[in-house]
């Protein structure tokens, strides 16, 4: 059973930074995706940041420049560091992962993010 903890959101003032964990264990093979989705209330789940299957790294617009994801090298955990934060960003942020060449994804349990003075 593959499983995806996340941690390090919260409340943080406008201009401010933080950054998120998520962590996978289990049997993992032939990742295809993982990264970051958020889903603001009364929105859709979109992504934020995500490595995909081709090594390429792909950011929504919206967070171009501010948000950078990266990965600890042999292991299946990426880290989002958000800076620059506005409060359009306020959100619960889930980590996903999508593998075996995308035949089995999973989701965290999703993290709030609240960007507020």
């Known amino acids: 059973q593959v499983t995806l903890v996340e941690s390090g959101g919260g409340l943080v003032q406008p201009g401010g930074s933080l950054r998120l964990s998520c962590a996978a264990s289990g049997s993992i093979s032939g990742v295809n995706i993982m990264g970051w989705y958020r889903e603001a209330p009364g929105k859709q789940r979109d992504l934020v940041a995500a490595?995909?299957?081709?090594?390429?790294?792909r950011y929504a617009d919206s967070v171009k420049g501010r948000f950078t994801i990266s990965k600890e090298n042999g292991k299946n955990t990426v880290f989002l560091q958000m800076t620059s934060l506005k409060s359009e960003d306020t959100a619960v942020y889930y980590c996903?992962?999508?593998?075996?060449?995308?035949?089995?994804?999973?989701w965290g349990q999703g993290t709030p993010v609240t960007v507020s003075s």
């Open positions: 996903h992962l999508n593998w075996a060449g995308g035949r089995y994804h999973c």
């Open positions: 490595f995909v299957s081709d090594g390429r790294i």
